[in-house]
């Protein structure tokens, strides 16, 4: 069936991964539905059968919003059907009620790739394939029609990062709005280049050295982070905490805040130094 091949269920669990982080990468269209809903039985084959025509180029999803009521309410679902494409984790267009069938081809083909789109996308394949000079070029070709085109910014953002240019590509990231992408870069930017700042320091001999120094353990847990050895860094940084909480502007706990993110807010890893950051704190 159409249902099982090209159109998934999502939920109110999945939603984040299944719409909001795959709308990253493809167009994402969900159909908020109730299997009461008279319209939305007469859209859900409409649906079905334009999915199938463009499955390559566009995510479908259905979301039933009596069982999944955080979905519907978040994204403000006030009549069903209704239909909204996600693309880079935002609601980019959307219709309510059960439009005849070209009006939903012509909804899906509105949606499809631009040509900066593909430019993109073929800076990218350039990239995997190792031409990093290549990908830079078409980015920077990208940008000079489209200053904020979200997929040039961190393409070349990230190959900026990559070479040291910490401060060319911190300004490219001031162009998109800071969502956890556009946070996670920065943070490792800030983590990059913190490292090659301090490399020639003992920052491990300075920590254990001053066990009551809030600084030593803060900058030893930033080390550790730009090592990935995130547990560890959040030990250094939770004692920092515990010794005081309000040095440099609460410090120690944003580098917490910031590798939570590093991390993703569901990781056990996360969880487990929430409470305990939060047992310090309250």
């Not at 009521?69 to 309510?96: H, L, M, N």
């Not at 990239?127 to 910014?153: I, T």
């Not at 911190?170 to 930017?189: A, G, N, T, W, Y």
């Not at 990935?228 to 410090?251: I, K, P, Q």
């Amino acid at each position: 069936m159409a249902t099982q091949q090209v159109v998934r269920d999502v939920t109110d669990a999945d939603f984040q991964s299944a719409v909001i982080e795959q709308s990253r990468t493809k167009p994402v269209v969900v159909d908020f539905w109730a299997p009461w809903c008279g319209p939305c039985r007469i859209l859900g084959p409409v649906i079905e059968r334009v999915a199938e025509q463009f499955a390559d180029s566009v995510v479908v999803a259905k979301l039933n919003v009596d069982e999944n009521p955080a979905a519907s309410t978040q994204y403000r679902v006030q009549g069903i059907p209704a239909v909204k494409a996600f693309r880079d984790g935002r609601v980019v267009s959307e219709f309510t009620g059960a439009l005849p069938e070209p009006n939903v081809r012509q909804f899906f083909e509105a949606l499809l790739p631009s040509a900066t789109d593909q430019a993109v996308s073929a800076a990218e394949a350039m990239l995997a394939g190792g031409d990093e000079a290549g990908a830079e070029q078409a980015y920077r070709d990208v940008l000079a029609q489209q200053a904020d085109n979200r997929g040039a910014v961190l393409g070349l953002a990230s190959l900026l990062a990559k070479r040291a240019a910490y401060d060319e590509a911190m300004s490219l990231l001031d162009r998109l709005p800071p969502d956890r992408q556009v946070k996670v870069l920065r943070h490792r930017i800030f983590l990059e280049r913190y490292a090659s700042k301090h490399q020639n320091e003992d920052l491990a001999g300075e920590a254990a050295a001053a066990p009551n120094d809030p600084r030593a353990h803060y900058r030893y847990g930033l080390l550790l982070a730009s090592q990935e050895r995130y547990e560890e860094a959040l030990e250094e940084l939770l004692a920092s905490v515990r010794l005081n909480r309000s040095w440099e502007d609460g410090a120690a706990r944003k580098g917490m805040l910031a590798i939570f993110e590093l991390l993703g807010m569901d990781a056990p890893l996360t969880r487990e130094y929430q409470r305990k950051l939060e047992n310090v704190l309250f």
